[in-house]
């Protein structure tokens, strides 16, 4: 079946937990995002968001007179976000998705850590629905900054809140129930000689993540493995192989002899 484009339209959450409330962001709870997170998705506005982005690296101009030239520093992981989100018709309001998220943000200038989880094209088109195990989301480390009443024109009555990056971000992770190995077979077999090579397949979750995991081989005199789960045998001798992603253990070792 040839590819076809997806639309992201309507199969887009983004679901907002306080970090201590989170215990895990390499593996976010299923349990923890359901039960203390806030499903914001209906109260955002595509027009004036910021996904979380990357940014540049800090470049500081604060020179000591030992410095030889301009002193850089990576300085806080580089993302940033800005969410534009819809008022709830009444302020008060405690039960509606734009209430939940106005109650949470109208105090935003105190600093609160967060976390932002986005999840995209794994939920019913234009409805909320809860995380489920092997979800892969996307955790970002933030802190509230600054609350913007956006009130132009005959626009939609919205305020739109700033995000501070606070070093943390887990791309393309999975929610979890508990963490659990990864499951790592080889299709075609393991390489038995010098030079021979052998693709390995790691599964988490029913999902496969072998372009995900890193991979590592215990002794690589005899096998060496690349970022895509490809062992190539180098001398004789033993090796374990194993595999893993930020939400899982490490996989069960898969064990190579080249003779």
Not at 98 to 118: C, E, H, L, M, N
Not at 229 to 237: L, N
């Amino acid at each position: 079946m040839a590819d076809e484009k997806c639309f992201s339209d309507g199969y887009v959450d983004v679901i907002l937990i306080r970090q201590n409330q989170l215990t895990d962001p390499t593996a976010p709870s299923v349990t923890e995002l359901n039960s203390n997170g806030i499903n914001i998705s209906n109260a955002i506005a595509w027009e004036g968001t910021t996904w979380p982005t990357n940014t540049d690296s800090n470049d500081t101009d604060d020179r000591s007179i030992k410095d030889v030239g301009n002193a850089s520093s990576r300085g806080y992981a580089q993302y940033e976000a800005v969410l534009n989100l819809f008022y709830p018709k009444v302020l008060t309001d405690t039960t509606s998705d734009y209430g939940k998220a106005y109650q949470f943000f109208k105090d935003s200038s105190a600093r609160v850590p967060v976390y932002i989880v986005t999840r995209i094209l794994q939920t019913t088109a234009n409805a909320v629905t809860a995380v489920v195990a092997g979800d892969v989301v996307s955790v970002f480390k933030l802190g509230t900054d600054a609350f913007v009443t956006d009130t132009e024109g005959e626009d939609s009555y919205k305020y739109a809140i700033n995000f501070l990056p606070q070093g943390g971000v887990w791309p393309y992770t999975q929610a979890v129930t508990t963490k659990a190995a990864l499951t790592v077979t080889a299709p075609d077999g393991l390489p038995t000689a010098v030079g021979m090579s052998k693709a390995l397949r790691a599964v988490y979750n029913s999902k496969r993540v072998t372009n995900q995991a890193t991979w590592s081989s215990s002794n690589l005199a005899v096998a060496t493995v690349s970022p895509n789960g490809v062992v190539t045998g180098v001398a004789a001798g033993t090796a374990d192989i194993t595999a893993i992603i930020p939400s899982s253990l490490v996989s069960v070792a898969q064990a190579v002899t080249i003779v």
